[in-house]
């Protein structure tokens, strides 16, 4: 038994390395600025439920995505994949913690308007938690 739950900790740590050392790549071909310059202010809330908080800020600047609440909880900007489809763009961004885990972002810019959900995971040991939310944002600045 003791020999499985170590296994089962190099496994999950080796993961964490390796998604970690994918995520962390900077923005390449792949990657568009497509939304760079761009930033947007909205609520935030966990999905299916009311807005928790009404000044989440995200931005979009030299390839990469930044949330301001998820950057306090530390998870740093991190390199965006933007692609136009119509009058829309669609991006995803993995913001990845040193020690929490990570957050994948997905959403659409359409109308000057930013509609996204991201999901916070973190595997431990035994269970892995996972945590779904919401945010639409108006532009800042424009």
Do not use: H
Not at 48 to 73: H, I, K, L
Request: proline share 5%; aromatic share 10%; hydrophobic share 40%.
């Amino acid at each position: 038994m003791m020999r499985i739950l170590a296994a089962s900790r190099v496994l999950a740590l080796a993961a964490l390395i390796a998604s970690s050392a994918i995520a962390q790549q900077p923005a390449g071909p792949a990657a568009s600025g497509e939304l760079d310059g761009l930033s947007f202010i909205g609520p935030t809330g966990p999905r299916g439920e009311a807005a928790e908080r009404a000044d989440e800020r995200v931005e979009f600047a030299g390839g990469r995505f930044r949330s301001s609440v998820c950057e306090q909880m530390g998870f740093p900007p991190n390199a965006y994949r933007a692609t136009r489809e119509g009058d829309a763009v669609r991006f995803e961004s993995l913001l990845v913690s040193a020690k929490d885990g990570s957050i994948r972002w997905e959403g659409v810019v359409r109308g000057g308007v930013l509609e996204a959900n991201y999901t916070w995971t973190k595997e431990r040991l035994l269970w892995t938690t996972r945590r779904e939310y919401w945010f639409k944002g108006a532009p800042v600045g424009r």
